[in-house]
Structures are given as C-alpha cells and as structure tokens.
C-alpha cells in the first residue's frame, strides 16, 4: 500500500486493534490472522492466494485450524452449566468443530415456524432446529414478547435445554415453560 507516514501509522493501530486477542471471546481477526501466519510459515504466499480462491471461512478454519494452532492459542469449548461457566472440551479436532459450528448461519441460532395456526386458536409456535447449541433463555424470554407484539396471539418456541425438549410461551402478560 502507498501510505505516507501518519497513515501508516493509522493503519498499523486499526489493524492491531482489529486483531488482538480479547481476553474473554474469540476474536475470529484474530484467529484468522494466526491461521494465515501457520499457513505462510508451513508453505509460501503462493499456497495463501490459492486457499484465498477457494476456501470460504469455513472450509479455511476446518481445514486450517490445526492441534497446534488451538494448543498455542489455548482454545477450547465451553457452556453454562446452571449458573457456572464449564470447559466442556479441550480435544483439537472437536474444538475446532465447534468453532465452525458457531459460523454456520452466522452463528445465529436456526428457528423455523413449525405451525401458523398452532391450537388452532392463531398462535405461533416455532422451533429452534437444535445443534448442540442451547439458546440463551434471558435473551429468548425479552425476545418473545416482541413476536408477540408482531403476530397478536401466543407465541411458542420448542428448543433443548439440558437435552430436554422445552416449549417457552408467552401469552402478552407472563412467560411459561413447559418440559416435553
């Protein structure tokens, strides 16, 4: 790049603040950035403009992301378990897994309507397609509400919640929660 001094020094601070390590989540610049680093380090810049080509940000971190890599950058899975955060995996290959798992749908969970007309009464009632990731039950019980405001009638949501199915409703006035 054909950058003068000042924005050379601009850009070298937007860029470290872009790509360093944050001390409670995955920074994916971040993670990108050491995976291309490995990538250099083990082939040449011809390799990386050949993965640029092909790979999407999946198949790069599933095909790239190696034992090493998730070793140096001390990674590992992790959930809530009641009221405490658990590390629930350290093994590379399902780590990473896990990391791609979180990209897919841009990491956002996948809820489909299962029934328009649920109680045949007009009520919703959708479900999230569960894939091992559980939904966050503060942030689904302020989202309901808001579906409510938009469809007028009780809403449902079916999802997994310590591998037990669970229906959340709220009806306009109160949430309810019921085990299937």
Do not use: C
């Amino acid at each position: 790049m054909d950058l003068d001094p000042a924005e050379s020094i601009e850009f070298a601070k937007l860029n470290a603040q872009v790509t360093q390590r944050h001390p409670t989540q995955l920074n994916p610049y971040h993670l990108g950035l050491k995976i291309w680093e490995d990538i250099e380090k083990r082939w040449d810049v011809e390799k990386m403009f050949e993965i640029r080509e092909i790979d999407t940000d999946i198949s790069f971190i599933r095909n790239y992301l190696t034992k090493e890599l998730i070793e140096e950058l001390d990674l590992y899975l992790f959930q809530k378990v009641d009221r405490q955060w658990l590390i629930t995996d350290t093994e590379w290959e399902v780590v990473r897994d896990g990391i791609v798992a979180n990209l897919v749908n841009g990491g956002f969970p996948y809820i489909v309507v299962e029934d328009g007309n649920f109680n045949k009464n007009g009520e919703l009632y959708l479900k999230h397609q569960y894939e091992g990731v559980e939904l966050d039950i503060k942030y689904l019980e302020k989202t309901l509400p808001y579906v409510y405001a938009i469809w007028q009638k009780i809403v449902h949501l079916e999802t997994v919640i310590n591998n037990k199915q669970v229906v959340f409703s709220y009806d306009g006035q109160r949430h309810l929660r019921k085990f299937l």
